[in-house]
């Protein structure tokens, strides 16, 4: 017989200590006890008295773990602390787990659980107890299966205390969603119906619901929370469905309005200035995007002269031939070639010597070169600004004009770099997106067909950009500043106007593959021109593909540091960059939202990368554990980059906590993943899907899942010691370096 295995959620929120001891009673004195109880305070729990004495009521016989909710304020990200907390440190298959919960106003009878264990072993997924009114004994549940009309039309009384929840059901559903404060096992119950979870509703009464737990009137956010909900589910609603749900909830079609940040021209003085813009590529098909946009900056009146520096990191022969058309048109652009490259790594030109050959090499070693290049092509000219982009970048003409116009200015106030953002896809690797992503799909498909295909799509602008703002991380997957946008929906707006739903049908159905390359078809990157850029820039070393250099003595001081983990080089060295150029040298480093438009491209098979997956919640980790340690450390001062046994035991420390924070994000990811897989086949009556549905369902399973997280911990201590001990070398040897090479357009 398989083993299962039942956790218990008592969660500890703004109520007296009479109230959850009495909870917690009804556990223990279960006639089946649960294997073990997780007590989960909430932040904003008030009460005075100590939330430990609560414990010395459980016998000792029975396993309890505390914890405090780590996630979004509010039930649901309490009841998510304790469902992570369990997939994080339990070892148990979900499919065998089981996860009851009672909160304040609850209580249990002794044969609750018992009770819940007959229907688990019937290989149900959801248990839903049938509860008691205290007061006047009245029945609460009193049906056999769960009705989703009465779901919709809030006359199913459904609360937290009166279900059991197989894991990997509650785990494909999506956990509690942390953007609502009301409705919230409401929706769950919706998002289960929608995998196909099997629910059933027990005969007999052992929940008792033994405080006043009405609802007089909707606090504001509580009011949100029911727009939400209607909004992502009135389209499995009939006509009359939402007349009742409208009226039990006095809901009104009232949408908040939020004003548009419509930038004007700055108001500050022109200077002129030189522009090099520095590329890595390895395919001119791509690259010739950009230089197309970049040839319409040359027109700028501030712009006193126009270069593109290009370094071959593949297709050289297409890339020199793209570089001499640019040139016979007019504007002045040189590749470095991958001999010149190769002459000069063995020459010890960009620091420790290294064999480049002919192939490919990591962004990280590319990056480098650039750079060092750069300072070369740059170190002799007066008044001159060096823009590095990733060479999948466009450019938005009427943003760029007004944004380049300001460089002089952050220049004049001693910014030696200022980093820009992204619009369009986000510079993520694929499968920290694609769980947000897929949330939308499912909703907008249910959304786009209860409409006729030949009226116009409804533009739901408004809503989006509530989303954005409230959310700034709102198109990531692995957020460490918020989660309660995973389970909000972004919606379809129109890409021309007068566009049908038919249309935006048949252009979602065609792209949905550029999901498996990190393309935002569904949730792009949208960013507001600040106000006043120079009073907006903040202190920042998150670099990526978007680099504005206002001085150059950036690219001559710093490499861009290579951590190498079984022979394989981790990504976010952009950002090791400028964590060391701010804190090693003291540069003054910016960030401001100045975007180009990342615009990837399938040219070739589109598939999600495991290896990228991997370097990057490695990568990741690590500069997120040097950057907390240099922000204590060395803020202010200078860093030596000596590192005593000490320092490198606290960042060891740091980055596996950090690891160990994003790899627990990305297996709920996996998870939810598998269960949007199932509610989106369940939709696809016309098989629209089935291509990219097969594809996703094929990498979305347990073994890649187990890969993913065996070799994210490759990563170990000794690796990492080695990184800090070889990073002084590594900068001081590129730092003195020396290149002999000579440019056409210099």
Not at 36 to 44: A, E, F, P, T
Not at 196 to 203: D, E, H, Q, W
Not at 331 to 347: F, G, H, R, T
Not at 489 to 505: A, D, F
Request: aromatic residues 10%.
């Amino acid at each position: 017989m398989i083993m299962i295995v039942i956790f218990t959620l008592i969660t500890r929120q703004d109520s007296p200590k009479k109230l959850t001891q009495t909870s917690i009673n009804s556990v223990f004195k279960q006639t089946y006890v649960p294997d073990h109880i997780l007590l989960i305070k909430d932040y904003y729990c008030q009460y005075p008295h100590d939330i430990h004495s609560l414990e010395t009521d459980i016998p000792n016989h029975i396993p309890l773990t505390y914890l405090k909710n780590s996630r979004t304020i509010g039930y649901s990200g309490t009841l998510n602390t304790g469902v992570s907390f369990i997939l994080d440190n339990f070892s148990y298959d979900p499919k065998n787990i089981y996860i009851s919960m009672i909160t304040d106003h609850f209580k249990w009878s002794e044969n609750h659980i018992k009770n819940c264990l007959h229907y688990i072993r019937k290989n149900k997924d959801v248990i839903i107890s049938e509860t008691i009114y205290n007061n006047n004994c009245k029945i609460q549940n009193n049906v056999n299966t769960l009705i989703i009309n009465d779901i919709l039309t809030c006359q199913q009384n459904v609360y937290p205390s009166n279900i059991c929840i197989r894991l990997s059901s509650l785990l494909e559903a999506g956990l509690f969603d942390e953007s609502l404060h009301t409705l919230i096992i409401e929706d769950l119950y919706m998002r289960l119906s929608e995998i196909n979870a099997k629910i059933v509703t027990t005969n007999t009464p052992t929940v008792y619901q033994y405080a006043d737990y009405g609802i007089d009137s909707y606090s504001e956010i509580e009011k949100l929370s029911i727009q939400k909900f209607f909004q992502k589910y009135q389209y499995n609603m009939t006509f009359s469905q939402k007349q009742a749900f409208q009226k039990f909830n006095c809901l009104t079609d009232k949408k908040n309005v939020i004003p548009i940040n419509n930038i004007k021209d700055y108001n500050y003085k022109r200077i002129a200035f030189n522009l090099v813009i520095g590329i890595i590529s390895n395919k001119a098909e791509q690259l010739n995007y950009l230089i197309d946009d970049i040839w319409l900056i040359k027109s700028f009146p501030f712009i006193e002269s126009l270069k593109i520096l290009i370094l071959a990191n593949g297709d050289e022969y297409s890339l020199i031939n793209l570089s001499a058309k640019t040139n016979e048109n007019g504007l002045p652009c040189e590749v470095i070639s991958q001999s010149q490259q190769e002459k000069d790594a063995l020459n010890g030109g960009f620091g420790i010597r290294f064999n480049r050959g002919c192939k490919v090499v990591s962004i990280a070693k590319a990056r480098t070169m650039l750079q060092r290049y750069l300072y070369e092509f740059v170190k002799n000219s007066k008044n001159t600004i060096v823009w590095i982009l990733d060479d999948d970048m466009r450019l938005n003409v009427e943003k760029t004009e007004k944004y380049l116009s300001t460089l002089p200015q952050f220049k004049n106030q001693g910014v030696d770099v200022l980093i820009g953002t992204f619009e369009g896809a986000s510079p993520n690797p694929s499968t920290s997106g694609i769980r947000v992503q897929l949330v939308d799909l499912l909703y907008n498909l249910k959304w786009l067909n209860s409409m006729d295909n030949n009226s116009p799509l409804p533009d739901r602008y408004v809503e989006n950009r509530n989303l954005r703002m409230n959310f700034p991380d709102y198109y990531y997957d692995l957020s460490r500043m918020h989660t309660a946008h995973l389970e909000a929906v972004y919606w379809l707006t129109p890409n021309c106007k007068g566009e049908t739903v038919g249309q935006s049908k048949e252009y979602l159905f065609s792209n949905l593959i550029k999901l498996f390359i990190g393309s935002s078809i569904l949730r792009p990157l949208i960013v507001d021109l600040p106000i006043n850029p120079l009073d907006e820039a903040e202190d920042s070393v998150n670099r990526g593909g978007n680099t504005f250099v206002l001085n150059s003595k950036t690219l001559k001081m710093t490499p861009n540091a290579i951590i190498t983990i079984s022979g394989r080089e981790i990504r976010r060295s952009d950002m090791l960059w400028a964590l060391i150029n701010r804190y090693y040298y003291n540069f003054k480093i910016k960030k401001v939202n100045f975007p180009v438009i990342h615009n990837r491209c399938v040219f070739s098979e589109a598939k999600m990368s495991v290896k990228k997956t991997i370097e990057e919640i490695q990568g990741s980790s690590i500069h997120a554990a040097l950057k907390d340690f240099f922000k204590k450390q060395c803020d202010n001062k200078k860093a030596n980059l000596i590192f005593d046994n000490n320092m490198i035991t606290t960042i060891c420390i740091t980055a596996n906590q950090y690891l160990s924070k994003r790899l627990s994000s990305f297996q709920l990811n996996f998870y939810r993943i598998q269960g949007l897989c199932k509610a989106l086949k369940q939709i696809d009556t016309e098989n629209n899907l089935e291509y990219f549905l097969n594809e996703l369902s094929s990498f979305y399973v347990d073994n890649v899942l187990n890969s993913i997280k065996n070799r994210v911990h490759e990563l170990s201590c000794d690796q990492i010691t080695n990184f800090l001990n070889e990073l002084k070398p590594q900068i001081d040897s590129y730092a003195s370096s020396k290149i002999d090479i000579k440019f056409m357009n210099s």
